[in-house]
């Protein structure tokens, strides 16, 4: 039986290891980051913490649904390099609070201080982008997040 049949025989129910495997079925196949396998989602074959990150970029506007396609076919040739795309493209979601070009006087939603680009709100003060940030090439991390 292929290596691939066996982990996807383990992931969907009891162990199916063969006879001189068997001390080893309470630890089965590690995955993903030491993940078991039934941590992961059974279409797309990502752990479930990327997977949600994932969702997470295609809801902010990061990714569409093409994108995340290819991520999730990506994902089976290099598990590492995909999951580092999806982590920093996660992290750029509503940047503008970590940027030392942010200001939040009052309630308010935040401005930029910076981008002349921005439509005036008042004073010195610009609207925010609407990607939030997350490809603003005046970002740079406020010395409080450092």
């Known amino acids: 039986m292929a290596y691939l049949e066996q982990l996807k025989k383990i992931s969907e129910g009891p162990c199916t290891l063969p006879k001189e495997q068997k001390q080893f079925a309470d630890i089965h196949c590690l995955g993903f980051l030491g993940t078991r396998p039934g941590a992961f989602h059974k279409e797309d ?25 290819l991520l999730v076919r990506l994902f089976d040739d290099d598990e590492a390099g995909v999951a580092s795309l999806i982590e920093d493209m996660h992290a750029r979601i509503d940047r503008c ?30 609207e925010q982008p609407a990607d939030r940030g997350a490809w603003c090439s005046a970002f740079e991390v406020a010395r409080a997040w450092r």
Not at 52 to 57: A, S, W
Request: neutral net charge; aromatic residues 8%; glycine residues 12%.
């Open 45 to 69: 074959g990502l752990p479930d913490a990327l997977l949600q990150m994932l969702d997470g970029c295609l809801a902010a506007g990061l990714y569409d649904a093409n994108e995340r396609a």
């Open 97 to 126: 609070r970590t940027c030392q070009h942010f200001r939040r006087p009052g309630l308010s939603e935040g401005y930029c201080v910076t981008r002349g680009d921005l439509p005036a709100a008042y004073g010195l003060l610009r």
